[in-house]
């Protein structure tokens, strides 16, 4: 398989590999929720379980000229009650895929880490993984945690590779380069993410990590940039083609990726991670074409 190198890239090897996978959406009734559904449908991957209020569903789907019929709609007016059948599927292995919908963050968070009932395993790690599309940048990139952990500890952070590492893979990229993400490439005990990044590259050299290149402390430039490594003179095994960048906190990431949203005109799918099936999360203000690019890269992680 050759690397797959952007998001539309991704929704054409979908569309011509005949793989398909049930996603239930929970509180559906969401106009791009719907849209982005209803072109997944269309292009051939996607069949969808749309949970909530049914007669909201049809007429807003209607509104957008879309055919509810294409959807199987399971009337539930409550929006807990509504995650929780959404949840429920994807547990039973009824669905491949959970999504939400208009339901708030906490709440549907809150059905998907449930002990009893959810889909987070014991001891399991859950973070988020984006793959980003950006104009000047010659391939995908996949940045963690832009969603989840405030702050990873060194475990969180070995995991957060390992995720990142399994998504690129998915996309063709046999060995991934990662790049642990700090404001300077100098290694400083002062810093605790600086001694966790030598910790991964030791584990990494050693095959306790594997099916990558893990290289850090770097700055985002010797990642991504190979000018910059030449004229730093740096010698890292990145060489300024990460495929994958690992930052230090949340607020680090999220930053990161919204201004490039903003500034740059990227385009993102991104997933929950850690999780037993895909688990398919974006702000309700989202655009279509957003959440439809979350939804195809959900059927191609999905087993």
Do not use: W
Request: charged share 25%.
């Amino acid at each position: 398989m050759s690397p797959i190198c952007s998001l539309d890239q991704m929704v054409d090897h979908l569309r011509q590999s005949g793989k398909k996978k049930k996603i239930a959406v929970a509180y559906a009734q969401d106009p791009n929720t719907i849209g982005a559904i209803a072109k997944a449908i269309n292009e051939g991957f996607v069949e969808a379980v749309m949970i909530g209020d049914e007669q909201e569903i049809r007429s807003k789907a209607e509104t957008e000229g879309i055919n509810p019929d294409i959807f199987t709609i399971v009337h539930i007016l409550n929006d807990v009650e509504a995650t929780a059948e959404a949840v429920r599927l994807a547990r039973e292995n009824e669905a491949d895929v959970v999504m939400k919908g208009l339901v708030g963050t906490d709440k549907f968070l809150k059905a998907v880490l449930n002990k009893e009932k959810g889909l987070l395993p014991p001891k399991a790690v859950m973070s988020y993984v984006c793959a980003l599309d950006l104009p000047k940048y010659n391939k995908l990139l996949f940045v963690s945690d832009t969603a989840v952990l405030p702050y990873p500890d060194l475990n969180q952070k070995i995991e957060m590779v390992n995720y990142s590492v399994k998504m690129a893979r998915k996309f063709g990229i046999d060995k991934p380069k990662v790049a642990l993400i700090s404001a300077t490439e100098k290694p400083n005990p002062a810093f605790q993410g600086s001694v966790d990044d030598s910790i991964i590259c030791k584990m990494a050299d050693r095959g306790q990590i594997k099916n990558c290149i893990v290289d850090g402390p770097l700055d985002v430039f010797l990642a991504c940039d190979p000018a910059s490594v030449e004229i730093k003179g740096i010698s890292t095994p990145i060489n300024g083609e990460a495929d994958c960048l690992i930052f230090p906190s949340l607020e680090a990431c999220n930053s990161f990726y919204k201004g490039l949203m903003l500034f740059a005109g990227g385009e993102l799918g991104g997933l929950i991670q850690g999780t037993t099936k895909p688990v398919v999360v974006m702000s309700r203000s989202e655009s279509e074409k957003s959440k439809f690019y979350c939804i195809a890269l959900s059927v191609l992680m999905a087993d």
